[in-house]
């Protein structure tokens, strides 16, 4: 089985803001729903045999908390898009300011705002490095980003790039996917430990 965990919630100063790579660590809130992560997984004699995290703090407390008995391999391929100069801005400044930018984004996968990372290439860095964890035995926990989640679940689908948005990949939600058969299945999607 493949794991794949959205980190928990960010500090309250991130509500409403586009956040990419900048790397901002879990709030308290985002702490306690790793914890109960772990303690869902312990109840369930879910023990991971690999653990991968994007090398970003959020991801890396959220692998550290749910399995501190597994060395974790933190992979700058499992980061979240880079936003470039739309990063740490409120979403609702950017489709005002920005209107046919933030159109093109959902419609054009090459498309990439300012300094940041097109969809087309943001997925040529992520699906390499997904097909990698993918190929190895045993079970899997991949702490990572909602971008990264959305990747996986159009990669397995072979859906197009841009149904990106059309999945909402919340805070602390479980991807499970069971990679027993062949085409890999989704299992569940923003599953709670709760």
């Known amino acids: ?25 879990l709030s308290l809130e985002g702490i306690e729903q790793a914890k109960r992560w772990a303690a869902f997984f312990s109840k369930q004699g879910v023990k991971f045999d690999h653990v991968f995290s994007s090398d970003l703090s959020r991801c890396k407390e959220t692998a550290g908390i749910i399995a501190p008995y597994v060395q974790a391999t933190f992979l700058p391929a499992l980061r979240e898009i880079a936003l470039g100069e739309w990063d740490g801005v409120e979403r609702r400044e950017i489709i005002s300011m920005y209107p046919d930018e933030w159109k093109k984004r959902g419609e054009d996968p090459a498309y990439a705002p300012p300094g940041g990372e097109s969809l087309a290439f943001f997925y040529s860095r992520v699906a390499p490095a997904l097909d ?24 397995i689908m072979d859906s197009p790039l841009t149904r990106l948005f059309s999945l909402d990949a919340e805070y602390a939600g479980l991807t499970t996917i069971d ?5 890999m299945s989704i299992r569940g999607f923003n599953t709670k430990p709760y």
């Open 1 to 25: 089985m493949i794991y794949l965990l959205r980190h928990g919630r960010l500090p309250d100063s991130c509500g409403g803001k586009f956040i990419g790579q900048a790397d901002i660590p």
């Open 179 to 183: 990679e027993s058969k062949n085409p």
């Open 132 to 155: 990698e964890i993918f190929k190895l035995k045993g079970t899997k926990l991949i702490a990572t980003h909602a971008g990264v989640i959305r990747c996986a679940i159009c990669r």
